[in-house]
């Protein structure tokens, strides 16, 4: 081999080795780049700032990490950490590794129905939440991932163009789930999942956290992989107290969790973020008419608002969606005496009235008050300390109903001639599920005139005088705790009579309370037995000689009531022996 090849080779191995080092440097400086997009992108979220590098190793390294609260799929809240979701499939993903934790593990279960639900209404199949699973080694073939550096509370909006779902489905469940994790904070961000616009009234969920919430649609804008670097998902029902009709006709939840002193905690949040300001007592009494402009009219509104103020002598006002801003209407309402208005969502605003004041809900001709009643569980719930009334229009005459609008306006054009007249001379709307009876939605969007002396007649039966806040009592629903020091004693006379006395010292927290009545009640049981008798009484000691055996076991359980319905724990069952 002569000395020019030589030399050729090894010039083309020189320019090979250069040119593999080069690119080989291309490629590091596009990652670079491409990590400095990405990075940046991040920090478009937030100005919390992320070591792209090291997010990117951590979630190919550690995964997906996830541990839910709650035993059911209705009642499940889960907390991630590097919880991804792909802006193309429109899908979440667990990126599964060697240090992945899935908590509860469910397998197949997962998907049935599905892990949890995103919104606070109640295993709706349209709220259901879940994942993909991929291989942490998947990530090499995919869309470099976007990370989003704030904590994340993952959730669905119901239905933002309403104010009661707006207000019971969405913000007091947000609010009172943030409260449980104390790193859902002011500075956490909110992502809505459910596809819809802002709707009408988006400023009330951005006062929720200084940072912007985000939709779905605009996650697109940010990347095709987005991944959370600590989110939590769901939301806790604990706040509902309604439920719409899906399953069974509409009504109060079975269960109710919430007392009127959460509900006036939110509205002490929510009014602070408003900027309204509760200056002492108002310098004069007022009635609040809650005026509706589009469907659902008072058509004698002007006469009502007279007759109101000449006969509770206050100021009687109206207001509207359309021609006051939010915080005027909170700040009016948080002040007023009585709220009047017709059926509506803007009924939720009541939760902002004062303690004392009074709630007139107004029923349009063949609904029955008794079938709709989430602003009257709402106002009667214990430490709401508001006074609710219903009032419905009886007499057809007075009412104006739409027959050629649209069906989801009330009208009934579309149903043939005979369910048309059976709807038209029905005189109430029968039980019925959500969300599209067609006699429901006639009887719903129509137009009132109201009976003045009626309503006023209604109003009269509970407000004897003149309507007006109140301070609440802080004792009036408070609970008893445990008798104490509880004792037993017995006595045999002969074969065939046995006395027992049971003695016990006043629950711990009484004497710092003014209670009306205090009892107590004592169940005793013969053991072996499967029926117990039950005692009511005034005093801590009583002895006992009715059906007492000599020479027989005897279980007791005492505890205090309060005001006939406040009923306390009972103390540790004793065993008195005669």
Known sequence: ??????????????????LWKYIKLREHVFMLEEELVLTR?????????????????????????M????????????????LCYSTEAEEFVFFHSNSSVMLPNLGSRRFQPALLDLSSVEDHNTQYFNFVELPAAALKFMPKPVFVPDVALIVN???????????????????????????????????????????????????????????????????????????YVGLSKITTWYQYGFVQPQGPKANILVSGNEIRQFTKFMMEKLNVTLEGT????????????????????AELILALAQEFQMKTITVSIEDHTFSDIVRLISNASMLVSMHGAQLVMSLFLPRGATVVELFPYAINPEHYTPYKTLATLPGMDLQYIAWQNTEKENTMTYPDRPWDQGG?????????????????????????????????????????????????????????????????GLYPGKVRDAKCQTSVQGTSEAKLSVSWQIPWNLKYLKVREVKYEVWIQEQGENTYMPYILSHQNHTFSDSIKPFTNYLVWIRCIFNKNLLGPFADMLLCST
């Not at 081999?1 to 250069?18: E, P, R, Y």
């Not at 541990?67 to 590097?82: A, L």
């Open 412 to 476: 009934i054009a579309h149903l043939d001639k005979a369910e048309q007249d059976r709807i038209i001379k029905s005189s109430e709307v029968p039980r019925h599920l959500c969300c599209r009876n067609p006699e429901w939605l006639f009887r719903i969007y129509q137009d009132t005139k109201i009976n003045i002396a009626s309503l006023i007649q209604v109003i009269r039966k509970t407000v004897k005088s003149k309507p007006g806040p109140k301070r609440q009592k802080w004792t009036s």
């Open 282 to 301: 108002p310098s004069e009494e007022y009635i609040i008419v809650f005026s509706r402009t589009i469907n659902r009219l008072i058509l004698n509104e």
């Open 67 to 82: 541990v839910c609260t709650g035993r059911m799929h209705t009642d499940r809240i889960c907390r991630f950490e590097s």
């Open 41 to 65: 992108q991040s920090q478009e979220l937030s100005q919390v700032r992320i070591d792209y590098h090291a997010a990117l190793q951590a979630l190919v390294e550690d995964g997906t990490r």
């Open 1 to 18: 081999m002569n000395i020019a090849s030589v030399f050729n080779a090894l010039l083309v191995c020189v320019l090979a080795a250069v």
């Open 157 to 231: 909006r119901f239905n933002p163009d309403n104010l009661m779902h707006i207000f019971h489905d969405d913000l007091l469940p947000i609010f009172y789930t943030m409260q449980q994790f104390p790193d859902l904070d002011m500075e956490s961000r909110l992502f809505f999942m459910e596809g819809w616009g802002e709707g009408l009234h988006f400023e009330l969920y951005r006062l929720l956290s200084s940072k912007q919430p985000l939709l779905r649609e605009q996650l697109k804008t940010l990347g095709r992989l987005l991944c959370f670097t600590k989110s």
